[in-house]
């Protein structure tokens, strides 16, 4: 039997992992093993040079880690496109997100509010510098450590108003998702793959990567709450 194809990913793309590596594994018999850590310590792994065959993080990420030379340069695979969507515990009354003066307001009168250390999370730290409103939330912000979900803080009631990726929000027992970030304050992260510098079977993880960006993962990735990318 072939070795396993070892992948470690950030959380936003676990789900979508287990079940494109789960139809793969199908019609290949290639065991595929997959570890979904927070983006920051996966890409921490990477650098410092821990064993994987396939990296699979935000796009400017790869980048970074194929231009320190852990990623092999031409090897990157652009996968999915990765809303924000916001979330509040099950049962709470619903609040407006449709506009980008809705979700200020909103922001402004919970009592707290939680996003993570990943790219939605950073772009929404200038969305509240640019409102002007940072030193007056910053008090009730509940920042997720890497890798813990930001809907498991809003299902145990440590948060009222949680910022995501919708792929990690959805299915999460004890939050209800309001919906997406309107389109003026959205931000799109796109999700790629790329061979890891340490692989020893190049060939093996190029001929799952072909699978990961085919037409026929499309219903599985939009399953995911992503669009192919």
Do not use: C
Not at 104 to 109: E, F, M, S, T, Y
Not at 121 to 137: A, C, D, K, N, S
Not at 155 to 179: R, T, Y
């Amino acid at each position: 039997m072939a070795p396993p194809i070892t992948i470690i990913s950030s959380m936003a793309t676990r789900q979508l992992l287990a079940e494109l590596t789960r139809q793969y594994q199908r019609q290949s018999g290639q065991p595929v093993t997959t570890e979904s850590v927070g983006g920051v310590d996966a890409a921490r792994r990477v650098r410092a040079d821990e064993a994987f065959d396939v990296v699979v993080l935000a796009a400017n990420a790869i980048e970074q880690l194929t231009e320190a030379g852990k990623v092999i340069a031409g090897s990157k695979v652009d996968l999915v496109r990765s809303g924000v969507a916001v979330a509040v515990p099950e049962g709470a009354p619903k609040i407006d997100i449709g506009s980008e003066e809705a979700v200020r307001q909103a922001v402004l009168a919970a009592r707290s509010i939680s996003y993570s250390t990943g790219p939605s999370g950073v772009h929404l730290t200038r969305v509240f510098e640019r409102w002007g409103i940072t030193g007056q939330i910053a008090g009730k912000i509940v920042q997720a450590p890497p890798g813990i979900p930001v809907g498991s803080l809003v299902a145990d009631g440590k948060v009222e108003l949680g910022f995501q990726q919708l792929s990690e929000l959805m299915n999460l027992p004890g939050i209800e998702v309001l919906g997406p970030l309107p389109g003026a304050i959205q931000i799109i992260t796109i999700f790629s793959a790329g061979l890891s510098a340490t692989s020893k079977q190049p060939d093996a993880v190029r001929a799952m990567l072909e699978f990961f960006r085919s037409p026929e993962t499309a219903q599985i990735k939009r399953h995911n709450g992503m669009e192919p990318a």
